[in-house]
């Protein structure tokens, strides 16, 4: 059998594929949660200028997009780390294996 026939290594490939997806993901939410804080904060900052209902409802909602962009990165970042460890853990089984 050849190496790229081999199942454990081409689970290897596919969840190394599917970690650099998931941190390429894991960037976007990070930008977008960055920029929704930056936009909260120049909205608080021209806030004692602007006292309209609008403006209160806009930073209401960039706060809430903050907050679910927050828990879509950290459930991202799970994710990341649970595919990392089965990466780690095929890799040991592949070396493991290529000893025998």
């Given at each position: 059998?050849?190496?790229?026939?081999?199942?454990?290594?081409?689970?290897?490939?596919?969840?190394?594929?599917?970690?650099?997806?998931?941190?390429?993901?894991?960037?976007?939410?990070?930008r977008?949660?960055?920029?929704?804080?930056?936009?909260?904060?120049?909205?608080?900052?021209?806030?004692?200028v602007?006292?309209?209902?609008?403006?209160?409802?806009?930073?209401?909602?960039l706060?809430?997009?903050?907050?679910?962009?927050?828990?879509?990165?950290?459930?991202?970042?799970?994710?990341?780390?649970?595919?990392?460890?089965?990466?780690?853990?095929?890799?040991?089984?592949?070396?493991?294996?290529?000893?025998?």
């Amino acid at each position: 059998m050849s190496d790229s026939d081999r199942p454990e290594l081409r689970a290897y490939r596919e969840l190394e594929t599917l970690v650099r997806h998931l941190g390429d993901e894991l960037a976007g939410f990070r930008r977008r949660a960055l920029l929704a804080e930056a936009r909260l904060k120049e909205l608080e900052g021209g806030a004692e200028v602007t006292t309209g209902a609008d403006s209160r409802e806009r930073v209401t909602e960039l706060e809430h997009e903050n907050a679910a962009l927050r828990s879509r990165l950290e459930a991202a970042t799970e994710r990341t780390k649970n595919m990392l460890d089965r990466v780690h853990f095929l890799r040991q089984q592949a070396e493991r294996d290529g000893e025998r």
